[in-house]
């Protein structure tokens, strides 16, 4: 039992809550820059197996470090007495757990029509995701260290695993990506659905706070600007505009990826050339 304290004190080494650009904030933006302008530059020939166990050893990691969140959320050690008590709250089925299992079953998976859409999905919705919470990690801070370092993580791998998708032409920069990543994301967002039915008619909501992707009809609505239209729009049709809103955030991701694949090819034409034209 002292030995099972002793770990739990350990999980939950404290810190001062980080702040939103604060130096640990910074840090993390930082690593993520560097690893996606280090994978550009050096990865672009990464053969496909290479690729492929990247993607999975990284996800084993994120679930790794998820079940390290789940053991401190759930364990707790109070006047000499271990406690439990799962935070539902926490269930790991929301938006930015997806990668995990994404990426897992990505890499055990073999060449095909579910795995391209898979990855399409973390060449997509998943770089999308990352994104928005390492530009605004709002409420993702907390005053445990390694929550903390596990959720950086968390999103960041997403952003970096999504570029190295892209950059090594694994994930094809083209138009008809995003829709081989949809599929993925509405399945998602399905079971999400099922789940917060499940936990309203077993009774879970008179206890605790479930509500997956934040979609529950039965939970109060907390995400910015959907919460407005759950308030006003069926249940069945939100789904619909959750799905779609998200979609066409996918899509801006993939319609930058080309901007700027299409800039760089640009930019080396024009060395290229200007190359030729000094030999001569």
């Known amino acids: 039992m002292d030995f099972f304290v002793k770990a739990l004190e350990i999980l939950d080494w404290r810190m001062q809550r980080p702040t939103m650009y604060g130096w640990f904030h910074w840090m993390w933006l930082a690593l993520t820059i560097a690893a996606c302008v280090l994978l550009w530059r050096y990865c672009r020939n990464t053969p496909v197996e290479r690729t492929r166990a990247a993607v999975f050893w990284t996800a084993v990691v994120v679930l790794v470090l998820e079940l390290y969140k789940q053991i401190n959320y759930t364990f707790g050690y109070d006047t000499g007495t271990v406690t439990v008590d799962f935070q539902w709250y926490a269930f790991p089925w929301q ?162 990826a080309m901007g700027i694949q299409s800039i760089l090819r640009s930019v080396r034409g024009h060395k290229v050339l200007a190359l030729l034209v000094f030999m001569q």
């Open 95 to 256: 938006f930015c757990s997806m990668p995990m299992y994404v990426g897992f079953l990505m890499g055990i998976m073999r060449k095909g029509k579910i795995h391209d859409a898979l990855a399409a999905f973390l060449a997509t919705y998943a770089v999308f995701a990352g994104v928005c919470v390492l530009l605004y990690p709002s409420d993702v801070f907390i005053s445990t260290i390694g929550i903390n370092v596990q959720t950086m993580i968390c999103h960041c791998s997403m952003i970096v695993i999504g570029v190295y998708l892209m950059v090594t032409g694994y994930v094809k920069l083209e138009h008809k990506t995003i829709l081989k990543a949809i599929p993925v994301f509405a399945v998602a967002v399905g079971l999400a659905a099922i789940m917060n039915e499940i936990a309203y008619y077993s009774g879970l909501l008179e206890t605790d706070t479930f509500n997956m992707f934040f979609i529950s009809p039965h939970c109060e609505p907390s995400l910015p600007v959907y919460s407005l239209v759950q308030q006003v729009v069926p249940f069945p049709f939100c789904l619909i505009i959750y799905i779609a809103a998200f979609s066409l955030a996918a899509y801006l991701i993939l319609l930058i």
